[in-house]
């Protein structure tokens, strides 16, 4: 009898240690972790699939080992995570979105795109902010495209019918708007918007937009519960570099209060103005760290801070390296998780939300930590 009873407390263990699978009606969204640069694999509530980003940084970087280990590339660990994700059923990306032409963010789409079926590729052009001609990433890119047929398409700011559901009747309380890119960003009336950005020849050579400003961004809407990603735009201008330049306040005034947000350029210096967080009220953040330099001590600080908006202030982090937690000191304390995959789950209609961290130095994906239920807003 008490072997009978280990038994079945052993078996409830591995239960709970196990994130249950995904249920129609429920929005997942995966912030993956491979230590080695950003991707997000998101489950709508009708099962449509969209990735955001496919980062693969490879090569012998100090303090940047990959998770769980160097056997595979991060993009091929990325695919790992979304078989496994949507198992049993056959793995399928209906919606791929490069945020933007560095290699953290799509370096491995390439063989994400071999693995498993891309119905439609968005980025965001190569009009606007041409990238180099010698840049051997976004050549390799082109390349994938052209040989793989890959349908593609440039974002379209403002709209919200780029992105849709499989069966969008079904719930007509779910949106992706497309916030922003290349300058352009919605202004929060109808499917508007505007560039923030002066024209390329009244730019002083020095104030030219980077890549990163040019930074895909999404807002995704269901019922009250509201997410933002915007890859690496910048919130905090340089000394003496024109306001323009930190695009999130043009986002933050679009958007308004936002429940869950990825933290913009990893937390690295130059993200999360105090304006952007305060207008935002996310009770959760989370950072897609892979370098030693993500988060910034001082934009960690400016996410910790009461001061700006009351309630939760709770981060989560993929990948925290050993010298970024000694320079950030006891605040390391203060985060919800130093390492791991971070699942966000918006219940049936979006009321609320649970946040689950997975293990990520193994295939497993246990959870290691559970979080909510938050109230959206």
């Known amino acids: 009898m008490i072997q009978l009873l280990i038994s079945l407390a052993l078996a409830a263990t591995a239960s709970a240690a196990t994130l ?16 080695r640069g950003n991707a997000a694999f998101f489950l709508f509530p009708d099962g449509t699939t969209m990735l955001v980003d496919a980062g693969s940084v490879t090569g012998n970087l100090p303090d940047t080992e990959q998770r769980p280990n160097a056997s595979r590339t991060p993009g091929g660990w990325i695919v790992r995570y979304i078989e496994r994700t949507m198992a049993p059923q056959p793995p399928r990306i209906d919606y791929a979105v490069i945020t933007h032409f560095h290699t953290d963010h799509m370096g491995g789409i390439e063989e994400v795109g071999a693995a498993i079926p891309i119905g439609k590729l968005i980025d965001r052009g190569t009009a606007y902010l041409p990238p180099p001609q010698t840049d051997k990433a976004m050549l390799s890119y082109e390349m994938f495209i052209a040989r793989r047929g890959v349908k593609r398409e440039s ?34 009336i109808g499917d508007d918007s505007k560039s ?8 002083d050579k020095e104030d030219k937009p980077s890549e990163n400003m040019c930074s895909i961004g999404l807002r ?13 735009i910048p919130g905090v201008p340089d000394p003496g570099s024109p306001d323009w330049q930190s695009v999130e306040t043009a986002v ?58 009351p309630g ?36 049936p209609g979006g ?6 961290v997975l293990d990520d130095t193994n295939e497993e994906m246990n959870v290691i930590g559970t979080f909510g239920p938050y109230v959206s807003q």
């Open 351 to 356: 009321d609320q939300y649970n946040v689950y």
């Open 252 to 309: 933050a005034r679009a958007i308004g209060p936002t429940d869950v947000h990825v933290v913009n350029h990893h937390g690295s210096i130059s993200p999360e103005s105090a304006f952007f967080l305060a207008t935002l009220n996310s009770a959760v953040m989370i950072v897609p760290a892979w370098s030693p330099t993500h988060p910034s001590q001082d934009v960690l600080k400016r996410m910790m801070t009461s001061r700006l908006y």
């Open 312 to 347: 939760p202030h709770d981060i989560f982090v993929t990948t925290l390296r050993e010298p970024t937690k000694a320079s950030i000191g006891p605040r390391v304390s203060q985060l919800k998780a130093t390492h791991g995959h971070i699942v966000v789950r918006v219940a």
């Open 20 to 35: 249950p699978p995904w249920t129609p009606g429920t929005l997942d969204i995966h912030q993956i972790s491979t230590g």
């Open 220 to 232: 995704i809407r269901y019922g009250k519960f509201d997410y933002w990603t915007g890859g690496d």
């Open 196 to 203: 923030v950005f002066p024209p390329l020849a009244m730019i």
């Open 155 to 188: 974002i379209r700011v403002g709209v919200a019918n780029q992105i849709t559901l499989r069966q969008p009747d079904a719930f007509k309380n779910f949106e992706v708007r497309n916030v922003a890119a290349n300058g352009w960003v919605w202004t929060g």
